[in-house]
């Protein structure tokens, strides 16, 4: 019975290898190339724009779309059909990863392309190296992934990009509050935001201001607003404008 489930996680396992994308080498990867016994062949480069590497003995040898063991294949045969080595055991590993790149766009300190890698292939990461979300920034974030936008929270769970993918940071929703408080002006609306809230982001009202003239311009579709009363406790939706009236004495 044990050997029935050992083999059949083995076979699991091997099917699960088996499915999954082989990383093809690219423009701008490093690489480290081990011939065995051959220490005076060890090679560590990055692969050129013209998708090659310069080895000793080879000369130049192109890799760029192969897969690690592809590459290390190549290498061999090149050695082994130069008449360099009879019989050539090389391996080649993928120490930096350049080739595999995100676009970053929007509401970021440094909007740009960055490089995927096993360290570096989470959203959270790849937002982090761009100096983090400006303070004008969502937290919602949409990611383009084969023409089709994927809404990802970034607080919410880890996200894992893919090359190619593109990161549009929009801006965060916003209220704007005027009148008789101590900071007009445009605010981000949180999740469940109250007037009372809006307010306090505001600075508060000014002793000539009064809670109790609150108005909020609200817009209602079709290019129409609509003005209504506010209360402390109504919620604050994004593009709302609340106005602080002074207060009749």
Do not use: C
Request: proline share 6%; no cysteine; aromatic share 6%.
């Amino acid at each position: 019975m044990k050997r029935i489930v050992l083999g059949l996680f083995m076979f699991a396992a091997a099917v699960t290898a088996w499915a999954q994308p082989v990383e093809k080498i690219g423009v701008g990867d490093a690489v480290r190339v081990t011939v065995f016994q051959q220490p005076d062949l060890l090679t560590e480069a990055r692969v050129s724009e013209k998708g090659t590497i310069t080895m000793p003995l080879v000369g130049e040898v192109k890799l760029a779309g192969m897969s690690s063991g592809e590459a290390a294949s190549h290498i061999a045969k090149e050695l082994k059909g130069g008449k360099y080595l009879n019989n050539p055991q090389v391996s080649l590993a993928v120490t930096t990863v350049r080739s595999r790149q995100v676009n970053l766009l929007g509401s970021v300190a440094r909007p740009g392309r960055y490089p995927l890698d096993d360290s570096s292939s989470q959203l959270t990461d790849v937002i982090a190296a761009a100096g983090g979300i400006a303070p004008d920034g969502s937290k919602e974030v949409t990611v383009m992934r084969e023409g089709k936008p994927v809404k990802v929270d970034v607080l919410a769970k880890p996200f894992e990009l893919k090359n190619g993918d593109t990161i549009v940071v929009e801006r965060a929703p916003v209220f704007y509050i005027y009148g008789e408080v101590l900071r007009a002006g445009a605010y981000r609306v949180e999740p469940g935001m109250t007037v009372m809230q809006a307010l306090a982001a505001g600075g508060g009202i000014t002793p000539r201001g009064s809670e109790s003239r609150l108005l909020l311009r609200r817009h209602v579709g079709g290019g129409k607003y609509e003005e209504t009363p506010a209360k402390l406790l109504h919620y604050v939706k994004p593009d709302d404008v609340l106005y602080v009236k002074e207060a009749i004495f």
